[in-house]
C-alpha cells in the first residue's frame, strides 16, 4: 500500500522558513515521480515543485523558484520542500503527491490529476 505522510507544517512569520518532510512507503520510491502541490481556501490545488526520481528532472512554480528547495533522499524514503523567505501569499494546505514514473516522459508532471497517491496535507501560515 502506498503511503505519504506529510509533516513540518506550522505558523510561520513573513521572511522566515519552514521545511516540509514527506515520508513514503509501500513502493520502489526510485520509481516514481513526488511533487508538492498546494491549496488555499478558495483557490485550486497548485503544483509547487516535482521531481521524477528515475531521471532528476525538476520543476518549480515561478513565485518559489529561488525560496523554495526540492530535495529527495532515496535511502530513507524521504522528500523535502525547504521553504525560505516565506509570505503570506504561500498560506495554504501543502500536500505530497506521488506517481510511478520509469520510463515516463510525463513526469514530473504540474497537473495533479496525473498523481494517483496523496498524503494527507500538512498546513502552512505565513503572517504579515
Known amino acids: 500500500e502506498v503511503r505519504l505522510v506529510e509533516s513540518g507544517g506550522g505558523l510561520v512569520q513573513a521572511g522566515g522558513s519552514l521545511r516540509l518532510s514527506c515520508a513514503a512507503s509501500?513502493?520502489?520510491?526510485?520509481?516514481?515521480?513526488i511533487a508538492w502541490f498546494r491549496q488555499a481556501p478558495g483557490k485550486q490545488r497548485e503544483p509547487v515543485a516535482g521531481?521524477?526520481?528515475?531521471?532528476?528532472?525538476?520543476f518549480y512554480m515561478d513565485s518559489v523558484e529561488g525560496r523554495f528547495t526540492l530535495s529527495v533522499d532515496n535511502v530513507k524514503n524521504m522528500a523535502y520542500l525547504q521553504m525560505n523567505r516565506l509570505e503570506p501569499e504561500d498560506t495554504a494546505v501543502y500536500y505530497c503527491?506521488?506517481?510511478?514514473?520509469?520510463?515516463?516522459?510525463?513526469?514530473?508532471?504540474?497537473?495533479?490529476?496525473?498523481?494517483?497517491?496523496w498524503g494527507q496535507g500538512t498546513q502552512v501560515t505565513v503572517s504579515p
Open positions: 503527491a506521488a506517481n510511478f514514473a520509469r520510463g515516463s516522459a510525463w513526469y514530473p508532471n504540474r497537473r495533479y490529476e496525473l498523481y494517483d497517491n
Open positions: 509501500g513502493f520502489t520510491f526510485d520509481d516514481y515521480a
Open positions: 521531481i521524477n526520481n528515475n531521471d532528476g528532472q525538476i
